[in-house]
């Protein structure tokens, strides 16, 4: 049972998203090798070690370039700029779209679950590109206090290297 939504905004810098190719082609505008980091003060890096400012966007104007999220809830809101069309690929249903500003894509009355979103660009000629700013996802509150789980050193999902040692054995990381 749940009673309203957590809202929650994924920037286009977190790591969660996977953007493929990644252009990262060295200082300048290399948008035709794939997604590169831009923003909104300093716009492309022009030099090695150069700081970012402002609010950053990922471009790109490579066909077939995606960036893809797996997410847990509701509602997805994908926002951007693009000046030319798209797919969106959400679990097992596929849409086209034109090019438009703000809001890419919304998907709503998702059921509660893990979910898979990949935006792929189409463009028709060189000049056209997606700049891919955030996500948006609505997320059920549930009822019901957290359960707690708790990984002891003896759980084969924790991998250990270099010089570890477990002075106690009562089951917990020291």
Known sequence: MSQGFWNYTIDDSSPLFIFQP?????????????????????HFATSGGEAATGDSYHITSLAGASVSLAF???????HGNASCPYDVALDDSQS??????????????????????????RPTSVNQQLAFDRAD????KINSPPIPYIYDNSNSSLL????????NNDGHIP
């Open 22 to 42: 990644y252009g990262d082609g060295g200082a300048d505008n290399f948008t035709q090798n794939g997604w590169l980091p831009w923003y909104t003060t300093s």
């Open 137 to 140: 996802i609505s997320s059920a």
């Open 160 to 167: 250990y290297s270099g010089n570890w040692s477990f002075p």
């Open 72 to 78: 847990q809830g509701s509602a997805i809101y994908l």
């Open 96 to 121: 086209s779209l034109s090019p438009r500003d703000g809001l890419l894509f919304a998907a709503e009355g998702l059921p509660q679950d893990t979910h898979y979103v990949n935006l792929t660009l």
